[in-house]
Every structure is written in C-alpha cells, then in structure tokens.
C-alpha cells in the first residue's frame, strides 16, 4: 500500500460570491469561488525517532514544532502537552481528516501505516488568515493526500463528503461551501447538506456506507466565470472568526424567526438571479444582485448587531460602488476580506477602486479566481 514514496495533494481557497449565512442553513444555495491560492499537503512515511514512537507526525509552515501524534480507540491522541497545544492552536482541521480516512481504512479490514504530513499555505499573509477558506482547503488536501498515500482512490462527492464528515466533527454548523469549492474548483452554485443528518447517518451505518448514501439537502453545480468582469479581493488587516460569528448568530433569538425565513428567502432569490445572471453572461445584472447582497447583509448586522461590516469593510465595499462596481464582504464579515466585482475593460475604474482602498486601509490581494474548469488536484 505505501513504502518510501511521496503524495502530494493541493485544494484551492474559496470566497463567497453571494449566499453567505443562508447557506448555513440545509438546502439552501450560496455562489462561491476558488482562487488561484492553495494549500498543499504531502504525505511520506514517519521519520521515527526523538523518543516515544508517533504513528503520525505533523509539519506545518503555521505551526513551528509541529505535533506527534499515536492512533488509539479513540482516534489520534497528541504524544505530548506541546503536541496537544500545537494541535489546538491551528491542527484540528488536519488532525480529523487523517481520523475520518483512518476510520474509512479500519471499515475496510485495513490499518493505516504510520505517516508524516508536510503541510504549506499559500493562504495566509505573514502568518495571518486572509479569510479564503484555509481551514476548509487544508481539510480537502489532507484527506486527498492521506487517501492517496493509503492507495484509496476518491471521486470528487467522495473527497467532499469525507472532508464534510471531518468537518462536521469539529462544527456542526459548518455549511461546507468552502470544502466544496476547494473540491470542484471555479465558479459552483452549492447547497448544504443536513450535517446532523449526516453525522446520524455515519454513526448508525458507517463512513463506507454514507459516501453511497444520498445526503439530505445537498447539491452543487458549476457555473460559467463572469462574463465581462473583473473580480478585486481587498483584505482588511483584521482576521475573524467564522465559527465564532455563524455560532453568535445561532444562539440570538433571530433563530427560527420571521425575520430569520424573510431573510433566507430574500439570500435565495438573490442567489437564484445572480445564477441566471452568470448562465446568460449578463454582468449588469450580477453587479445588481451583488449590491443587493450586500444591503441584505448590512440589514441582518443592523438587526442582530453581529459585527459583520467592520468600518474598514464598509469603506471597501463603498469605494467599489463609488467607481460604478459592487463590493461586498466575501464570507461571514467581521474582518477578513471583501470582493469587488468592476467591468473588465474599464482599467480605470480599477485604478481609482485601488486607490480608494488604499486611503480606507484596505490592502489589494494579487488574487485571481479560477475558471470553471479548475479543480483541486
């Protein structure tokens, strides 16, 4: 099954084009986008050695030291109090993929070989999270290289489902966007499963068995690049957390309300005509369901007072809309990082967006968004 070789695997970011919080929601679809910055992962043999044996040893370019770690009934278990912290502090994404593939293997009569993950981001600046779905690409990277090395061969709604189940452990209210744009890659519309169903559905029947197993709630398709526009990323200097903001919101009284549904049916619209939008390659029309995006979002943060548009992030998205384009926050907000969506051919209005940003103090990140036919490798 393995020997001395070497796998690696990568998975592209992500931004959220529109859909962002409804999503959440099962069944309910969000547009999002890879970009043309990944995460790899490469799996080899454990070197072994410096004391107590690890059946798997972790080496991230975020986490200097990395971890060690022994398999156990109950999954992986850090061999030391510094392995233990160095996990908590950036690992756990990495650490159940390898469980979630471990435990397909054990479900088929098979033992996993002890193995060292090497693991680089392009993903960051400085150390810092720009907000492109880091943790959801080195989720798919992960079970992508771990499986290979493994010799377990994965279609692409098997590597997302295995990344989801990976992910769904840690949080459930995870919609998996991320995941699924880093599996498929360009542009996909995408609609999240029922994870409680699906975390039901492995611990009664098995992981095996739930890769076979229609998933309540799920869908994806791809959708054609924008036709005639361009797409700026700007990054606000300030890293946020999305579970952190998506868990707020599901604890507030929102939850459930009228205003809750009036606003998932408006997200759903949005997303529905900016997809028609795309199919057509009618760019007016997509820079006016993105505006309406962001109102939607500035509405909701009124209402629930979650801190999604940061003063910086509202100056980004306002210097896209003084210029003639749309800009919104890509993502749950709080931080992170914004799209602008302009014409293509007005260079222009390019030129004084950047300019715009940079008074605001709003950083341009040299992004570009894969086309439909890119896909995490």
Same mark, same amino acid.
């Given at each position: 099954?393995?020997?001395? #070789?070497? %796998?690696?695997? $990568?998975?592209?970011?992500?931004?959220?084009?529109?859909?962002?919080?409804?999503? %959440?929601?099962? *069944?309910?679809?969000?547009?999002?986008?890879?970009?043309?910055?990944?995460? *790899?992962?490469?799996? /080899?043999?454990? $070197?072994?050695?410096?004391?107590?044996?690890?059946?798997?040893?972790?080496?991230?370019?975020?986490?200097?030291?990395?971890?060690?770690?022994?398999? *156990?009934?109950?999954? =992986?278990?850090?061999?030391?109090?510094?392995?233990?912290?160095?996990?908590?502090?950036?690992?756990?994404?990495?650490?159940?993929?390898?469980?979630?593939?471990?435990?397909?293997?054990?479900?088929?009569?098979?033992?996993?070989?002890?193995?060292?993950?090497?693991?680089?981001?392009?993903? $960051?600046?400085?150390?810092?999270?720009? *907000?492109?779905?880091?943790?959801?690409?080195?989720? %798919?990277?992960?079970?992508?290289?771990?499986?290979?090395?493994?010799?377990?061969?994965?279609? $692409?709604?098997? #590597?997302?489902? =295995?990344?989801?189940?990976?992910?769904?452990?840690?949080?459930?209210?995870?919609?998996?966007?991320? =995941?699924?744009?880093?599996?498929?890659?360009?542009?996909?519309?995408?609609?999240?499963?029922?994870?409680?169903?699906?975390?039901?559905?492995?611990?009664?029947?098995?992981?095996?068995? /739930?890769?076979?197993?229609?998933?309540?709630?799920?869908?994806?398709?791809? !959708?054609?690049?924008?036709?005639?526009?361009?797409?700026?990323?700007?990054?606000?200097?300030?890293?946020?957390?999305?579970?952190?903001? %998506?868990?707020?919101?599901?604890? #507030?009284?929102?939850?459930?309300?009228?205003?809750?549904?009036?606003?998932?049916?408006?997200?759903?619209?949005?997303?529905?005509?900016?997809?028609?939008?795309?199919?057509? +390659?009618?760019?007016?029309? !997509?820079?006016?369901?993105?505006?309406?995006?962001?109102?939607?979002?500035?509405?909701?943060?009124?209402?629930?007072?979650?801190?999604?548009?940061?003063?910086?992030?509202?100056?980004?998205?306002?210097?896209?809309?003084?210029?003639?384009?749309?800009?919104?926050?890509?993502?749950?907000? +709080?931080?992170?990082?914004?799209?602008?969506?302009?014409?293509?051919?007005?260079?222009?209005?390019?030129?004084?967006?950047?300019?715009?940003?940079?008074?605001?103090?709003?950083?341009?990140?040299?992004?570009?968004?894969?086309?439909?036919?890119?896909?995490?490798?």
């Amino acid at each position: 099954m393995t020997g001395t #070789r070497t %796998v690696t695997r $990568h998975a592209p970011g992500k931004l959220f084009i529109v859909g962002e919080y409804a999503v %959440v929601q099962p *069944g309910h679809p969000a547009i999002l986008a890879a970009v043309d910055r990944q995460v *790899g992962v490469t799996v /080899s043999a454990a $070197h072994g050695g410096g004391g107590r044996v690890a059946d798997v040893e972790i080496d991230s370019d975020l986490c200097p030291g990395g971890a060690r770690l022994r398999r *156990g009934d109950g999954g =992986l278990a850090a061999l030391g109090a510094d392995d233990e912290q160095r996990v908590r502090d950036g690992l756990t994404h990495v650490v159940s993929a390898i469980e979630v593939v471990d435990a397909l293997l054990a479900e088929q009569g098979l033992s996993a070989p002890p193995v060292r993950l090497s693991i680089s981001s392009g993903l $960051h600046h400085e150390g810092t999270k720009l *907000g492109l779905g880091s943790s959801g690409a080195v989720t %798919v990277a992960s079970v992508s290289a771990v499986a290979a090395y493994y010799g377990v061969e994965l279609s $692409h709604e098997e #590597r997302f489902r =295995l990344a989801m189940l990976a992910t769904a452990r840690l949080d459930a209210r995870s919609s998996g966007g991320d =995941l699924a744009a880093s599996v498929w890659g360009g542009w996909i519309e995408y609609h999240a499963p029922d994870r409680a169903a699906v975390l039901d559905l492995v611990q009664r029947r098995g992981i095996e068995q /739930s890769l076979r197993t229609p998933w309540p709630g799920f869908g994806l398709r791809r !959708l054609p690049s924008p036709a005639g526009l361009a797409v700026e990323v700007g990054w606000t200097g300030r890293p946020a957390s999305t579970a952190s903001l %998506v868990g707020t919101l599901g604890r #507030r009284a929102w939850q459930g309300s009228a205003s809750q549904r009036s606003f998932v049916e408006r997200s759903d619209t949005c997303v529905r005509a900016s997809v028609d939008a795309l199919e057509r +390659g009618d760019g007016p029309e !997509l820079l006016r369901q993105v505006r309406g995006a962001r109102r939607m979002l500035a509405e909701l943060d009124e209402e629930v007072r979650l801190g999604i548009f940061t003063t910086t992030l509202t100056a980004l998205c306002d210097a896209a809309e003084t210029v003639g384009g749309a800009g919104k926050p890509s993502g749950a907000g +709080g931080g992170d990082c914004g799209i602008a969506l302009l014409d293509a051919t007005e260079e222009e209005q390019i030129s004084q967006l950047r300019k715009g940003w940079a008074a605001a103090g709003v950083l341009p990140v040299p992004i570009h968004l894969q086309s439909t036919k890119g896909s995490a490798a």
